[in-house]
């Protein structure tokens, strides 16, 4: 099946730690997306990457790094320096075409 | 800066009901694109609809770029469209970008 995974659906962890996120895109789309969507608000674009080895910061990308070192692969490492880190967590790709796809996401709570 | 307001920000309907959604942007604003956020948070792609109009079962979208503004019908409303529906629009100085409004809440009781 051609998608988006994210994993895990659920991640808990304590206040001071560095957490990784996983997104995976078997869709064989250049570029993809990391966005946080905090609760009764819409999704706020945090890093954004449209080729292999190159990323670009979003709106709110302070406390929070990507890595880009495949195409199906973009990681998202929530540092100990992101001041309110519990959220919703949302991944998107795109193709050819500007219009995106997202997965199911990964709910982060740290406490 | 990119501009994206969308009404009502709440919404309950009866079953069998029809309903309209609509999403404002401004200048910088290219391209549009609705979404459904389901009750488990997935966003489900609705339409691309940079203008015109397009249908998908019972539902449809117009957008209107001259005058700024999209629309999403809603027909023979049913409790499985209950959730966010959200507007995001593409900045015409990065193609890639999207900028979410902060959407409807659909209720639809049975």
């Known amino acids: 099946d051609g998608g988006i995974t994210q994993s895990p659906k659920y991640l808990f962890r304590k206040e001071g730690q560095n957490v990784t996120l996983s997104c995976e895109q078997n869709l064989n789309h250049d570029a993809m997306y990391w966005y946080r969507q905090d609760p009764g608000q819409g999704l706020r674009l945090i890093y954004y990457?449209?080729?292999?080895?190159?990323?670009q910061k979003g709106d709110i990308a302070e406390g929070y790094s990507v890595s880009r070192e495949k195409k199906e692969s973009f990681p998202l490492t929530v540092t100990s320096a992101q001041k309110n880190p519990t959220a919703f967590y949302l991944c998107?790709?795109?193709?050819?075409?500007?219009?995106?796809?997202f997965g199911p996401g990964t709910r982060l709570t740290v406490t | 800066g990119i501009q994206v307001e969308q009404s009502p920000p709440d919404l309950i309907l009866q079953e069998g009901a029809n309903s309209t959604l609509r999403c404002n942007f401004s200048?910088?604003?290219?391209?549009l694109q609705w979404f459904h956020q389901n009750p488990w948070g997935q966003l489900i792609n609705l339409f691309y609809?940079?203008?015109g109009t397009k249908q998908n079962g019972r539902l449809s979208a117009t957008t209107v770029a001259t005058e700024r503004y999209s629309l999403l019908y809603i027909s023979s409303s049913q409790t499985t469209d209950s959730g966010v529906y959200f507007c995001a629009g593409f900045s015409s100085g990065s193609a890639r970008q999207l900028t979410f409004g902060s959407g409807t809440q659909l209720t639809v009781l049975p």
């Open positions: 609809i940079p203008s």
């Open positions: 998107a790709s795109s193709g050819q075409g500007p219009e995106q796809y």
């Open positions: 200048d910088s604003v290219n391209n």
């Open positions: 990457s449209q080729i292999v080895n190159d990323f």
